[in-house]
């Protein structure tokens, strides 16, 4: 059993991580994989979106990660769990964060892969810029957009 | 003391990162009343009220803010806005 998390500016190749995390969990009993992918919308309120910018506190992003797959992993008994989000400029299309939790039934793992998920969005200290056609906008956990001040630092 | 903003917070501040000169250690309300003073742009965002409504997060030393404690001239100071992942 583990918990693996990460933050970067890189794509991830989802199918040798699944592959292996498939390979290695099942031989302990795990039979199902959930794997969750975001990505960034292209069109949000009718405006065209250029790119999302991403930033985190990386010390604290890390440790909140850990601790957010850490309780998933004792409270659903996960074999695996990786979250791994990425930060920096991203285009619309391209993936923003991916979760993977291997457990024995499929029930565990989809239960505790959309947890980790909502915990992830309004816990972990990542901040999302979503720059549209319209303007600029801070994206909050819940949805909520507020317009970025005309001035910055 | 240095103060580091965040997100959306550093637009609202108008700076990334502020140094303050303190006598002795305070608390962590009486260090946002001072930020307050100091970048008045923070006030909509920074008020007791806006940091309950908002779900700002204090970090002292990269841990959470702990409001029984007080703030210490050599503290790192992260000021953090409502997380947004995903």
Same mark, same amino acid.
């Given at each position: 059993m583990g918990v693996v998390v990460r933050l970067t500016e890189d794509k991830v190749d989802l199918g040798r991580l699944a592959g292996e995390l498939a390979s290695t969990t099942s031989m302990k009993g795990a039979g199902a994989l959930v794997v969750f992918m975001g990505f960034v919308k292209g069109v949000v309120g009718g405006a065209r979106v250029k790119e999302l910018v991403y930033e985190a506190h990386i010390q604290y992003a890390l440790d909140k990660l850990r601790e957010i797959g850490i309780n998933a992993e004792e409270k659903y008994k996960l074999h695996e769990v990786v979250i791994i989000h990425r930060v920096g400029r991203i285009q619309p299309g391209e993936p923003t964060v991916y979760i993977l939790v291997a457990a024995e039934s499929r029930r565990e793992a989809f239960k505790a892969a959309e947890e980790i998920l909502e915990r992830v969005k309004h816990e972990a200290p990542i901040y999302k810029l979503e720059r549209r056609e319209d303007g600029e906008y801070w994206v909050m956990g819940d949805g909520r957009r507020i317009r970025r001040p005309r001035k910055q630092a | 003391m240095k103060i580091r903003f965040y997100g959306m917070l550093r637009d609202y501040a108008g700076v990334s990162e502020l140094s303050l000169r303190l006598n002795g250690e305070i608390s962590g309300d009486e260090l946002l009343r001072m930020l307050v003073e100091r970048l008045p742009g923070l006030r909509e965002v920074l008020d007791s009220a806006g940091m309950e409504r908002l779900g700002i997060? /204090?970090?002292?030393? $990269?841990?959470?803010?702990? $409001?029984?404690?007080?703030?210490?001239?050599?503290?790192?100071?992260? /000021?953090?806005?409502?997380a947004s992942g995903g």
């Open positions: - | 997060v /204090i970090l002292v030393g $990269n841990k959470p803010y702990d $409001n029984r404690r007080l703030i210490g001239d050599e503290a790192v100071v992260d /000021i953090l806005p409502p």
